[in-house]
Each structure stands twice: as structure tokens, then as C-alpha cells.
Antibody, heavy 120, light 106 residues
Framework: QVQLVESGGGLVKPGGSLRLSCAAS????????MTWIRQAPGKGLEWVSY????????YYADSVRGRFTISRDNAKNSLYLQMNSLRADDTAVYYC?????????????WGQGTLVTVSS | EIVMTQSPATLSVSPGERVTLSCRAS??????LAWYQQKPGQAPRLLIY???TRATGIPARFSGSGSGTEFTLTVSSLQSEDFAVYYC????????FGQGTKLEIK
């Protein structure tokens, strides 16, 4: 079955960096768009970034552009999110999710999420 | 940015009741709308895409309708496992979510 497992979350100081990973299984990872979505504690959902199946198309939400970098390694069936210059308002559970084969519209399925806490 | 507004924020209902959740877009998103269900401590789960198409494995008691700026999610007969938070999401121009509607047991 399709499975997405995030890792790499933790506690980091403001201004620090963190790299999240998402391990995919149960489908041909290299065929699909992938995305990151986050959810601040007790809050709603915010789309963060997406990457096309080949990695040639990438886009970021305004709130993270210039600080976060999405990437993928299709040989390792893995998605990444490099987060730099972290701020308190980046504190959230970060989910990876799968899109479709040639486009990203809805998100299905989602991983279980990894918590990132930015605090001094 | 397209702003998605869900109403009400919280809905108290009894099992077996029919319930309708609303989602409004700040500009037309055509039929580019999805609904998700999120239970405490879990990731969201896709329910509906294309405004009205149920995702794989979603029970027929869930239905979606609407287009343009007004959308609804209806649960025809609430089961105990349906009490959760529901989010709408537009994908007509990038991606934005509503703030969610919490279905709680009355």
C-alpha cells in the first residue's frame, strides 16, 4: 500500500536549520508530484511547497520562499525539505503528501507528519 | 491569494443526523475543490475532489456539490467515526485551505 513516512523534525532555535525527509513506498515515486503541507499547533493547514516528478518544476508559498528548499531523490524514493532561517511561526507539524502523475491538484495520501518546533 | 472561508466553525450534531458544511471561495475556483477529514492526532484524509467526486474508499454517505465560489459537503447520516474536522481546499490557483469546520457530538 502507498505509504509516506516523514522524519527529521525536532526542536531548533530561531535562525537555525533543519532538514525534513519523507520516505515513500508502495508506488512508483518517480512518477508523481510531491508536496509539503504544514499545520501549526491547533491551527489549520497551509500548503508549503511542491516539486514535479522529475524535479524540474518547483514552487513555494510566499511565507517560505527564499528560506526553504524542496528536493527529491527518485533513486531513493525520498522527498526532502531543507528549512533555513527558521522562525517561531514555522513551528508546525509538517506533512508530505502525494499529488498526481502530471499535475498537483489534491493531496492523497498524506504521511503522519513530523513536528518542527522553533524556540529559544 | 484565493481565500477559502468555511462555515460554521463548529457544528454540534447527533449521530444519524444529516449535516451540511459550507465552503466559500473569494473568487471563482470553478470545480477545483477538495475536501479532507482530519481526526485528532492523524493526518488529513482526502474525501472529495473535483467538488463532487468521492476519493477511493470513501463511503457513499459523503457527497460534495457546488462550483464557482460556493461549495458544500454533506454527510447523509453521521456515524460515530465521522466526528472530526473537515477542510476544503482549492487548487484552481495554487493551493489554499479553509480554516476548518469541527463536527462535534451533540
Amino acid at each position: 500500500q502507498v505509504q509516506l513516512v516523514e522524519s527529521g523534525g525536532g526542536l531548533v532555535k530561531p535562525g537555525g536549520s533543519l532538514r525534513l525527509s519523507c520516505a515513500a513506498s508502495g508506488f512508483t515515486f518517480s512518477d508523481y508530484y510531491m508536496t509539503w503541507i504544514r499545520q501549526a499547533p491547533g491551527k489549520g493547514l497551509e500548503w508549503v511547497s511542491y516539486i514535479s516528478s522529475s524535479g524540474s518544476s518547483i514552487y513555494y508559498a510566499d511565507s517560505v520562499r527564499g528560506r526553504f528548499t524542496i528536493s527529491r531523490d527518485n533513486a531513493k524514493n525520498s522527498l526532502y525539505l531543507q528549512m533555513n532561517s527558521l522562525r517561531a511561526d514555522d513551528t508546525a507539524v509538517y506533512y508530505c503528501a502525494r499529488g498526481e502523475q502530471r499535475i498537483l491538484r489534491w493531496f492523497d495520501p498524506w504521511g503522519q507528519g513530523t513536528l518542527v518546533t522553533v524556540s529559544s | 491569494e484565493i481565500v477559502m472561508t468555511q462555515s460554521p466553525a463548529t457544528l454540534s450534531v447527533s449521530p444519524g443526523e444529516r449535516v451540511t458544511l459550507s465552503c466559500r471561495a473569494s473568487q471563482s475556483v470553478t470545480s477545483s475543490l477538495a475536501w479532507y477529514q482530519q481526526k485528532p492526532g492523524q493526518a488529513p484524509r482526502l474525501l472529495i475532489y473535483g467538488a463532487s467526486t468521492r476519493a477511493t474508499g470513501i463511503p457513499a454517505r459523503f457527497s460534495g456539490s457546488g462550483s464557482g465560489t460556493e461549495f458544500t459537503l454533506t454527510v447523509s447520516s453521521l456515524q460515530s467515526e465521522d466526528f472530526a474536522v473537515y477542510y476544503c481546499q482549492q487548487y484552481n490557483y495554487y493551493y489554499t485551505f479553509g480554516q476548518g469546520t469541527k463536527l462535534e457530538i451533540k
